[in-house]
């Protein structure tokens, strides 16, 4: 045989080589075909598992990074779209954990639910001044003529009520005041007791004084009964005269300070 002849390969040489070639190429397909589903299913792991996803992705990154010497640039996968994933995970965690601090953040000057307003204390009404209590101006009770009853010896209707009782009775400030003493030829002595609201009682035909001036308090003696004056026996005459007015019935008075002289 011939040297150049010996030195060509044979048509089963050349298939040998053909098939050790093409089984050699399905080897690098199926390599990157492994290493193609590794990335798929570590590119959800990073969305899931946030930080630790992205250590996975980096376990594979340096294994596909390994390219058998017969694979080609081409079979070196693309890790830029898994690297963005990782980056968009780990940047997500974080606001989700900001969100879930924010959500534990009270609101600024919120107040808690079981908070009760502080109760303003209300002002109270002013309580009106009590007024002074009135007593009988004699012990016994009893009445003999009345406010406004005609007869010889008024000039006039008479102009308050008599209490018909035994001489030197004693006669009491009905309410507290101011006493003034005076001689009158109709009333003869009396005591004039000035109220602090203006108002004038007068006790008239008195037979003395006890109280001449000054104050004096509810039920304090100021007087004795008399028949001084215009008078035809002893009684206390007995008026009411409200501030710069004339005489009023006394009895009205009487009642409406819770008192029957009758």
């Not at 050349?14 to 399905?26: D, G, K």
Request: proline content about 9%.
């Amino acid at each position: 045989m011939a040297p150049e002849a010996a030195a060509r390969p044979t048509r089963a040489e050349l298939r040998l080589a053909a098939r050790e070639q093409s089984r050699a190429q399905r080897r690098g397909a199926a390599k990157a075909a492994t290493r193609a589903a590794l990335f798929r299913v570590a590119v959800p792991s990073v969305a899931a598992l946030g930080v630790a996803g992205a250590a996975a992705v980096t376990v594979v990154h340096e294994q596909a990074d390994r390219v058998p010497p017969q694979a080609t640039a081409a079979d070196t996968p693309d890790d830029t779209a898994a690297r963005q994933a990782a980056q968009q995970a780990v940047a997500g965690d974080g606001q989700a954990q900001a969100s879930r601090g924010d959500a534990r953040q009270p609101l600024a000057g919120a107040q808690p639910a079981d908070a009760q307003p502080t109760d303003t204390p209300t002002a109270q009404p002013t309580a009106e001044p009590a007024k002074p209590k009135v007593v009988m101006p004699v012990a016994q009770h009893g009445l003999g003529e009345l406010f406004g009853a005609a007869g010889t010896h008024w000039a006039k209707l008479h102009t308050g009520i008599d209490f018909p009782v035994d001489g030197g009775s004693e006669v009491y400030a009905v309410t507290d005041g101011t006493i003034r003493t005076q001689w009158n030829p109709f009333y003869g002595y009396m005591s004039i007791l000035k109220m602090n609201d203006g108002t004038e009682a007068w006790f008239c035909h008195l037979r003395a004084y006890k109280v001449r001036k000054g104050p004096v308090k509810q039920g304090d003696v100021i007087a004795f009964v008399g028949s001084s004056g215009n008078s035809t026996g002893p009684h206390l005459h007995f008026e009411i005269r409200p501030p710069g007015s004339g005489p009023v019935d006394p009895l009205p008075w009487f009642l409406a300070n819770g008192l029957d002289p009758r």
